[in-house]
């Protein structure tokens, strides 16, 4: 079910049904579902049994919609993915990019017809759980590493890995932040440049971890029961 929402009351203004393998009556289980772009007034999404589509944000007309192959693993698999590790599509002027139900394949699709203009196996940027579009590359985040690739030819580009992110690996979404990459750990976060993944620019020690949203005060971390903010100095002095 895909529905629109009045952003300034919260009424809902349209709802439509999307597509549905079935439900059992027992031995349900909780899925992640992957989210939503949103782009020129149309909001793009995918999902594990395949359905991708374009809708019109003012009413939910449908643009297109069209069927990848989504083997019965890939429904399983989400069962078993962090909640963070939602796919929305990358959309980037006439095109967006989206993973295959089963996440072996990293697809480029006409934003205007969803037809496929190129694919490209997943493993060669490291299998990962989600894309992110950070400047003019594309960056595929994976458990407990990155992969970036130019967007411009991420079908047939050099694709650079970073190294592995020790421990528990990446706990909680990758954040985007300009041109820098927030990668949040269970001690913190590392603000990483795309273009250098060797090296974090910098260390962001936190009492409490979680998903990072920069700001221009500081950060807004939300982990699995609290929202926190931390303020920069000049912010904070301000305050105390």
């Known amino acids: 079910m895909l529905a629109g929402v009045d952003a300034v009351t919260g009424t809902l203004r349209w709802s439509l049904p999307v597509a549905s393998t079935g439900v059992l009556p027992y031995a349900g289980t909780q899925r992640l579902a992957d989210a939503l772009a949103v782009d020129a007034g149309v909001v793009y999404r995918s999902d594990r049994i395949g359905v991708v589509g374009a809708y019109r944000v003012v009413d939910g007309e449908p643009l297109w919609v069209r069927h990848l192959p989504a ?11 962090t909640p963070w590790a939602m796919m929305a599509p990358v959309v980037a002027g006439r095109s967006g990019v989206v993973l295959s139900p089963d996440r ?3 697809i480029e699709l006409d934003a205007g017809s969803g037809g496929i203009i190129a694919e490209r196996a997943s493993v060669e940027l490291g299998r990962p759980d989600y894309l992110l579009l950070v400047g003019e590359d594309l960056v595929g985040v994976g458990y407990n590493r990155l992969a970036v690739v130019p967007l411009a030819k991420w079908s047939v580009g050099q ?3 970073s190294g592995i992110v020790p421990e528990l690996g990446i706990r909680g979404r990758v954040g985007v932040a300009g041109w820098r990459l927030l ?6 976060v590392s603000v ?3 273009g250098s993944l060797r090296q ?10 979680g998903t990072p949203l ?11 029961a609290r929202v926190h903010v931390y303020s920069t100095w000049e912010i904070a002095a301000l305050e105390l």
């Open 71 to 81: 083997p019965v693993q890939a429904m399983e698999a989400s069962a078993t993915l």
């Open 159 to 161: 694709v650079v890995m």
């Open 200 to 209: 974090p620019e910098r260390w962001i020690a936190l009492e409490s971890p």
């Open 104 to 106: 072996e394949r990293i």
């Open 214 to 224: 920069a700001t221009g005060q500081g950060l807004i971390v939300v982990d699995d």
């Open 192 to 194: 990483i440049n795309p």
């Open 183 to 188: 990668v949040p750990t269970d001690k913190g």
